[in-house]
């Protein structure tokens, strides 16, 4: 990785400020691509403290030297069939601007790719799959050489991921108590 | 060059507070009919510099505001002007107003209480009262010279300009002052009666010279006070206006029109006050829709101003420092040993050691850094004399404050969450606990009662004490009350000890009469709650006749929490360890299963309601029964529950982390910390997890 990081460097002078960088992971022989300047890091797959009664895809927490950072799997955010974790199994760590707070949040993934560089304007709009399907968590699509890569807002995809569901939770809590005042009454 | 001041307003409303507070304990400590001298300085210091600071940051609202406080308080110092109770009070107001003012600017809203042009007016009539008599007319006809001016525009000044001695010395030149007023309109300088000495006595430096100014002009009276910002703490000046017809302005009537203004702003300094007040009002305007302008603004920030900064003793920080530097001496030496190509036994030995200096540094870089956030609780305890003060005014009730312990600290954050409780107490100690002196002499004490607020450390807690030698709890009323309410079987005998208990109770209050300050019942079990949040408990002794005595016991610190470590199924948690009352394993026989699936274990003669964690969590458990596992006895909301874990592990102190920062708000979890083997452990929020059951009023539906 960090050797490829390298590469990039003499790469990245030349860019003009159309063009940005991404980190590209392959999930389901998909490749997709996040903007480097929100990944913090990359770790291997470590066991995490699971958090009650969140979704599925929500693997829990681990301990971040000394932060809390929750792990989501984007496979099951996704509905792709999950795999079994092994040595292989990579987490990526990334910075998202969430409601004007900065969040930090692992998502795992089957491999991290490749580092390049995506002029906006080769940047292609998401071709339309008809209403019911929300894919504003996708940026665009683009190509690398042969394949094609999908450029994930990770802002949009996470921020959806995080604060409904905490929105969620304090209904199904208000809920709980209207209920319990019905029964009393 | 532009500077942005609004990077230094948050110092600036500290300092404020800061001053407002030393003021405020000032005013306490006053005596009014013989005041200290430097106390009366403490305070005007405090007024001046939120007057300055104000004036700066273009706050004008406060700063017209502190500048009548000012003027009284100069004069005050200046012994032109003897102090009353009533100018006590009315600055007492004033600290009160100031405070609500400042928390408006710091969340960026508009200030709109009655009380502020209440108290302006009540100073500027007071301020008026010290050399003349009828000062309501006055400020009214100032206010209709501020009618007129609006109505024709231009307005024919006369300033009466008596430049102080001192004026050249100090590098103002009333040429370049005069020069100023001509670009505002057309000026007119005339040389008034003036004393000089004898020509040998002359200063050359000094200043003799009165002038007599005539302008015309449609600039209002800030813009002319403008001119004479710098000097108009050491000369008199007097402002006197008239309005002039149109077009027919008479720069030549010379010194006659003065006589002919009817304005009747009085020819004293004073005078100057009462117009100045008077366009206060209208700037006050002026501040409220300039004060609209940032709002969109402040709309994105405006969550909350929380966040602060903390005010640290040196001494802590060079404390810390002096760790610091060690610490990096023992990583230079644990660093040449890992240079090492390889060890043997002597390096073996040197790195074992330097592990443990390590060890001990971070222990106490650990313990300093806490420091950091401990606060000495004088902070929470001085508002007290002024909640002593006035509500034992209100109250008829003769009061003596005891402040002890004021050094002991505790957490920045416990602090701010024990003031609330502690006040509620305290009321209660001067509404129900107190005598009136009558009843006091009659009992054979003191005409003067005594509430002792005292702070002290216990092991890892700080215990905060709220004592008085009041009345005591009236046990038969209590007893009789909660047997009419209910809460106590008419047959059942309850300890002295239970029945002080009762008043814990939510809804209950012995007092007759619901009175303006306490007795409606929401009280102690709020106290009490808000304690129970802070990890922290309560007791209550009280002796009829002798007084009682609260003892609230809190932890040190909100960031770490004593905590038993439970097993469920594969899980660890953390329960806070204050809130457990004991764990049991439960014999089948004392199980029972109510009809929709809840189940209540038999403890000596209560029934708990089970709370099945794994179930709650949607875990595996080892234990599906309560019969197979253990049962926690945990304390929520002063009510036991049972909850169902595998096994109990050990006990330790945890350090609290935010789950909220990077995740959410989880129902039943109140954060997570991490463990030694550095996993991540979650506590349960008792309360929470209760609620997400669904079982808090189980126990009343049994009942």
């Not at chain 2, 008026?128 to 609006?150: F, H, I, R, W």
């Not at chain 2, 809840?598 to 949607?618: A, D």
Request: charged letters at 25%; hydrophobic letters at 40%; proline letters at 3%.
């Amino acid at each position: 990785m960090t050797e490829q990081i390298q590469n990039m460097q003499p790469q990245k002078q030349d860019n003009d400020e159309d063009s940005q960088q991404y980190l590209t992971f392959i999930m389901a022989n998909e490749e997709y691509g996040v903007e480097i300047l929100s990944v913090q890091e990359i770790r291997g797959w470590e066991s995490t403290t699971v958090i009650p009664n969140a979704p599925s895809h929500v693997k829990g927490v681990i301990n971040l030297r000394g932060t809390i950072v929750p792990i989501i799997d984007l496979r099951q955010r996704f509905g792709i069939e999950v795999l079994d974790y092994g040595t292989t199994t990579v987490v990526i760590v990334v910075k998202v601007a969430i409601a004007s707070e900065h969040k930090v949040i692992g998502i795992v993934v089957d491999a991290v790719s490749d580092v390049f560089s995506v002029n906006n304007d080769d940047v292609r709009d998401v071709p339309n799959f008809g209403e019911d399907t929300d894919l504003s968590f996708i940026k665009g699509l683009t190509n690398a050489g042969e394949k094609m890569v999908i450029l994930l807002d990770i802002n949009r995809l996470l921020g959806s991921e995080v604060l409904p569901e905490a929105e969620q939770l304090s209904q199904l809590m208000h809920n709980l108590d209207a209920d319990k005042q019905v029964v009393n009454g | 060059m532009e500077i942005d001041l609004s990077q230094f307003s948050q110092v600036f409303f500290e300092e404020s507070l800061e001053g407002l507070d030393a003021m405020e304990s000032e005013l306490l400590n006053l005596d009014v009919n013989n005041p200290d001298e430097e106390t009366i300085n403490t305070i005007f210091r405090a007024a001046h510099s939120i007057k300055g600071g104000s004036a700066t940051f273009g706050f004008s609202q406060v700063a017209n505001y502190t500048h009548l406080l000012e003027t009284l308080l100069d004069e005050i110092r200046d012994g032109r002007r003897q102090m009353t109770n009533e100018h006590q009070d009315m600055l007492l107001l004033s600290v009160d107003l100031l405070r609500n003012m400042f928390d408006a600017l710091m969340r960026k809203i508009d200030f709109d209480d009655p009380l502020l042009a209440q108290l302006e007016k009540q100073f500027t009539i007071e301020i008026a009262k010290g050399t003349k008599g009828a000062a309501p007319e006055e400020s009214d006809s100032s206010n209709d010279t501020l009618v007129e001016q609006e109505a024709t525009g231009l307005l024919h000044w006369a300033i009466d300009f008596q430049a102080g001695i001192d004026i050249l010395r100090c590098g103002n030149d009333p040429y370049l002052m005069f020069n100023e007023l001509r670009q505002l309109g057309e000026l007119s300088v005339n040389l008034a009666k003036h004393s000089s000495p004898e020509f040998n006595d002359i200063d050359p430096e000094a200043c003799y010279l009165n002038w007599q100014l005539e302008l015309v002009t449609d600039q209002p009276l800030e813009r002319l006070k403008e001119v004479f910002e710098w000097v108009e703490d050491e000369c008199i000046i007097n402002y006197s206006s008239s309005p002039v017809m149109n077009g027919n302005a008479n720069p030549d009537s010379g010194p006659s029109n003065i006589e002919s203004t009817e304005v009747a702003i009085p020819q004293e300094q004073q005078g100057s006050e009462t117009v100045q007040n008077d366009v206060g009002g209208k700037r006050l305007d002026e501040a409220k829709t300039s004060n609209q302008e940032p709002k969109p603004k402040a709309a994105s920030k405006a969550k909350l101003p929380e966040t602060g900064s903390i005010r640290v003793s040196i001494d802590k920080i060079d404390l810390l420092i002096n760790m610091v530097g060690e610490l990096v001496i023992t990583q230079a030496m644990l660093g040449q040993i890992g240079q090492q190509d390889e060890i043997n036994e002597e390096s073996f030995e040197s790195l074992k050691q330097g592990l443990e200096q390590l060890a001990t540094h971070t222990r106490d870089l650990q313990e300093s850094v806490m420091q950091i956030r401990m606060l000495p609780i004088s902070f929470a305890f001085n508002r007290f004399p002024r909640l002593v003060r006035d509500i034992g005014q209100q109250l008829g009730k003769k009061v003596n404050l005891v402040l002890k312990g004021e050094d002991t600290e505790l957490d920045k954050t416990v602090m701010e969450k024990i003031v609330d409780p502690m006040v509620h107490l305290v009321r209660n100690s001067l509404d129900h606990g107190l005598e009136t002196p009558e009843e006091r002499l009659a009992k054979g004490k003191s005409e003067v009662g005594t509430i002792t607020l005292n702070a002290f450390h216990q092991g890892g807690s700080i215990i905060i004490e709220i004592i008085d030698d009041g009345a005591g709890l009236d046990t038969d009323k209590i007893l009789s009350k909660a047997r009419e309410k209910g809460i106590v079987g008419q047959d059942e005998e309850l300890s002295t000890e239970a029945i002080h208990k009762l008043i814990f109770k939510p809804g209950f209050s012995t007092v007759d009469a619901v009175s303006d300050l306490s007795g409606r019942g929401v009280g102690m079990d709020v106290v009490r709650q808000n304690i129970n949040e802070l990890n922290g408990s309560i007791e209550l002794k009280s002796t009829q006749d002798k007084g009682s005595r609260f003892t609230i016991r809190l932890p040190l610190t909100l960031a770490i929490l004593d905590g038993q470590l439970v097993r469920v199924g594969r899980h660890i948690y953390v329960v806070p360890l204050v809130s457990i009352h004991e764990s049991l394993q439960v014999e089948p026989n004392k199980i029972n299963r109510l009809s929709d699936g809840h189940e209540l274990i038999q403890l000596r003669n209560e029934y708990l309601p089970v709370i099945k964690v794994y179930q709650e969590f949607c875990h595996t458990a080892d234990a599906k029964e309560i019969k197979d596992g253990l049962v926690m006895v945990v304390d929520s909301n002063n009510e036991k529950i049972g909850l169902l874990v595998d096994e109990l592990l050990s006990q330790q102190q945890v350090v609290i982390k935010s789950l909220e920062d990077n995740y959410s708000q989880v129902p039943g979890v109140s954060g997570a910390t991490i463990l030694g083997d550095g996993t991540v452990a979650l506590i349960i929020d008792v309360t929470g997890l209760v609620s997400l059951a669904g079982i808090t009023n189980m126990k009343e539906h049994a009942a």
